[in-house]
């Protein structure tokens, strides 16, 4: 059973920058594509990021490109997402996910973290 804990959450003002770290524990992540999801109030969950195991590629949504990155340690089991130039509209719970197959729906991930706190003053 894999488990995911999320760190690196804060409040930071535009313009600034956040890393967020996933450490995952209980099982191996190798074969597992690794994702980020986040959830603004009153708003679904929804993909930010993604690097998939088999290719090793990234993907992203438009909104982050350019400004996050995806990044992952194997032998650490980590997972980190450096997010740059925040913007208030990225203020969110940021998820750490674990799946087999990887993509940009939450069906895609069999394991999730509780999420950290993302807010970007304006």
């Known amino acids: 059973q894999v488990q995911l804990v999320e760190s690196g959450g804060g409040l930071v003002p535009a313009g600034e920058s956040l890393r967020l770290s996933c450490t995952a524990s209980g099982g191996l992540l190798i074969g597992y594509s690794m994702g980020w999801f986040r959830r603004s109030p009153g708003k679904d969950r929804e993909f930010v990021a993604t690097?998939?195991?088999?290719?090793?590629?990234?993907h992203y949504r438009d909104s982050v490109k350019g400004r996050f990155t995806i990044s992952r340690d194997y032998d650490k089991k980590m997972v980190f997402l450096q997010m740059s130039n925040l913007e208030p509209e990225d203020t969110a719970v940021y998820y750490c996910a674990a799946g087999r197959i990887g993509g940009t729906t939450t069906y895609d991930y069999t394991y999730w973290g509780q999420g950290t706190q993302v807010t970007v003053s304006s």
């Open positions: 690097t998939y195991s088999t290719a090793g590629t990234t």
